[in-house]
């Protein structure tokens, strides 16, 4: 079973920016399509950004374009999460996802990591 484990988050101002990295335990990794998915206090889990297996692919939540941006290096077994121009509503924790085909739902996706935290303060 692959574990996938985040890293990366933490306390930035507005207008900031962090990268959020996605460790995976085995090289399996390489065959998953990937996403990163956020939840704030009281609001369900959504979308931000996903990646196909091979990385000719990407996706994201119109909240985050031209903002975020997803890449992976399957010799590394990560995957990132590029944030710039972080807002205050970006505040969430974040966590990465593994499934077989890049989707934007959360039940196309089997593999999740602990999530990691993200606050932008204003």
């Known amino acids: 079973q692959v574990q996938l484990v985040e890293s990366g988050g933490g306390l930035v101002q507005a207008g900031g920016s962090l990268r959020l990295s996605c460790a995976a335990s085995?090289?399996?990794?390489?065959?998953?399509?990937m996403g990163w998915f956020r939840q704030a206090p009281g609001k369900e889990r959504e979308f931000v950004a996903g990646?196909?297996?091979?990385?000719?692919?990407?996706d994201y939540a119109d909240s985050v374009k031209g903002r975020f941006t997803i890449s992976r290096d399957n010799a590394k077994i990560t995957v990132y999460l590029k944030m710039n121009s972080l807002k205050p509503e970006d505040t969430a924790i974040y966590y990465c996802?593994?499934?077989?085909?890049?989707?934007?739902?959360?039940?196309?996706?089997?593999?999740w990591g602990q999530g990691t935290q993200v606050t932008v303060s204003s």
């Open positions: 996802a593994g499934g077989p085909k890049l989707a934007i739902v959360t039940r196309r996706y089997n593999l």
């Open positions: 085995t090289r399996t990794f390489s065959s998953y399509a």
């Open positions: 990646i196909s297996w091979s990385g000719d692919s990407t």
